[in-house]
Nanobody
Framework: VQLQASGGGLVQAGGSLRLSCAAS????????MGWFRQAPGKEREFVAT????????YYSGSAKGRFTISKDNAKNTVYLQMNSLKPEDTAVYYC???????????????WGKGTLVTVSS
């Protein structure tokens, strides 16, 4: 199983970025997929996830209203559109997939390599 994340970069506060996560190696129809992030010196935290079968979405408090998670079934890809970015959004963003959890990093089964998002003030 591979989760290939891309789309990170440097952006000014108030700007936008779109992250992509291309999944391969198995069928993810029963999985929840999404994004977690880890800032320097902090623990990895939940950002947003989407249930592949139903399209139901889940957001952290900090992401709600600014970030949008979506998926493309044909491309087996999950996206995270991030708007109104703040310096505190600076972190390495990881794509993950799991079955038993929606928000808990330790419960995810598969992880991609992270992509760095840096938001300058």
């Amino acid at each position: 199983v591979q989760l290939q994340a891309s789309g990170g970069g440097l952006v000014q506060a108030g700007g936008s970025l779109r992250l992509s996560c291309a999944a391969s190696g198995r069928t993810f129809s029963s999985y929840v997929m999404g994004w977690f992030r880890q800032a320097p010196g902090k623990e990895r935290e939940f950002v947003a996830t989407i249930r592949w079968s139903s399209g139901s979405t889940y957001y952290s408090g900090s992401a709600k209203g600014r970030f949008t998670i979506s998926k493309d079934n044909a491309k087996n890809t999950v996206y995270l559109q991030m708007n109104s970015l703040k310096p505190e959004d600076t972190a390495v963003y990881y794509c993950a997939a799991g079955v038993v959890t929606i928000t808990i990093p330790s419960g995810m089964d598969y992880w991609g390599k992270g992509t760095l998002v840096t938001v300058s003030s």
